[in-house]
């Protein structure tokens, strides 16, 4: 019998806690409190309305030295992001994740020079355009979901990242998102990677000196189309 690599985590975890699977009530009580997941304390500091979420968003985000845009509507996206790599010399190049929501924009027509290259990004690539599946107004952080409309390189292999963000995706806490995920996903699955990130990368030596894109993107790019009474 094939045993899977879940399956030889799980038994490596057992052995470590010294006891088998779960059984009897011990596993109805993980099961009960699975089915009905508790939100922790959740910080008033976001919970606004729809127009307070996208200010408090922008003002976070822009704090951790993104960048913030904020569109007329979605055909706007794409005279959008060829205006980011004009104003940053950047070649009219740009790997796209393959989400059904970029796809759907009219490139041709609003962005007629900019090359569109699918799927995961290369090294050589110096912008990402990705579709975050969430913000989060307390912070400034975008949410990731990967998968295959979503290849998590387009995030952090490119110098330059540019994501997408539609306003009634802006939650005020982590804690929302969370909910919006499973909501989204078959009864107990989740997506293999959930990215959250805030601003740029950066970092700082023992000097103490602040260095960008040690580990990610240089720069970071937001441009939130205002589907909704947050506009």
Same mark, same amino acid.
């Given at each position: &019998? /094939?045993?899977?690599?879940?399956?030889?985590?799980?038994?490596?975890?057992?052995?470590?806690?010294? #006891?088998?699977?779960?059984?009897?009530? @011990?596993?109805?009580?993980?099961?009960?409190?699975?089915?009905?997941?508790?939100?922790?304390?959740?910080?008033?500091?976001?919970?606004?309305?729809?127009?307070?979420?996208?200010?408090?968003?922008?003002?976070?985000?822009?704090?951790?030295?993104?960048?913030?845009?904020?569109?007329?509507?979605?055909?706007?996206?794409?005279?959008?992001?060829?205006?980011?790599?004009?104003?940053? !010399?950047?070649?009219?190049?740009?790997? &796209?994740?393959?989400?059904?929501?970029?796809?759907?924009?009219?490139?041709?027509?609003? @962005?007629?020079?900019?090359?569109?290259?699918?799927?995961?990004?290369?090294?050589?690539?110096?912008?990402?355009?990705? &579709?975050?599946?969430?913000?989060?107004?307390?912070?400034? /952080?975008?949410?990731?979901?990967?998968?295959? !409309?979503?290849?998590? /390189?387009?995030?952090?292999?490119?110098? !330059?990242?540019?994501?997408?963000?539609?306003?009634?995706?802006?939650?005020?806490?982590?804690?929302?998102?969370?909910?919006?995920?499973?909501?989204?996903?078959?009864?107990?699955?989740?997506?293999?990677?959930? !990215?959250?990130?805030?601003?740029?990368? #950066? /970092?700082?030596?023992?000097?103490?000196?602040?260095?960008?894109?040690? +580990?990610?993107?240089?720069?970071? +790019?937001?441009?939130?189309?205002?589907?909704?009474?947050?506009?």
């Amino acid at each position: &019998m /094939t045993v899977s690599s879940r399956e030889k985590i799980l038994s490596g975890i057992r052995r470590g806690l010294k #006891r088998g699977p779960l059984e009897g009530s @011990a596993r109805d009580a993980v099961e009960a409190r699975l089915a009905d997941l508790k939100r922790n304390l959740i910080p008033a500091r976001g919970q606004l309305d729809r127009a307070g979420q996208l200010r408090l968003f922008r003002e976070m985000a822009e704090m951790l030295d993104a960048t913030v845009e904020i569109v007329d509507g979605p055909d706007a996206v794409p005279a959008a992001v060829d205006g980011f790599l004009g104003r940053h !010399n950047l070649p009219k190049t740009l790997r &796209m994740a393959p989400h059904e929501t970029l796809e759907a924009l009219p490139w041709a027509e609003k @962005a007629p020079l900019l090359e569109l290259n699918r799927g995961a990004a290369r090294v050589e690539d110096q912008a990402g355009l990705g &579709m975050a599946f969430a913000g989060v107004a307390e912070t400034g /952080t975008l949410v990731f979901l990967s998968g295959g !409309n979503s290849p998590a /390189t387009v995030n952090f292999l490119p110098d !330059n990242h540019v994501a997408v963000l539609r306003a009634s995706d802006i939650a005020g806490a982590y804690e929302e998102v969370w909910t919006r995920i499973r909501a989204d996903r078959e009864p107990g699955t989740l997506p293999r990677t959930v !990215n959250l990130i805030s601003g740029p990368s #950066r /970092t700082a030596d023992i000097e103490q000196m602040l260095i960008k894109g040690a +580990h990610g993107p240089r720069r970071l +790019h937001i441009i939130i189309v205002p589907d909704d009474e947050a506009a």
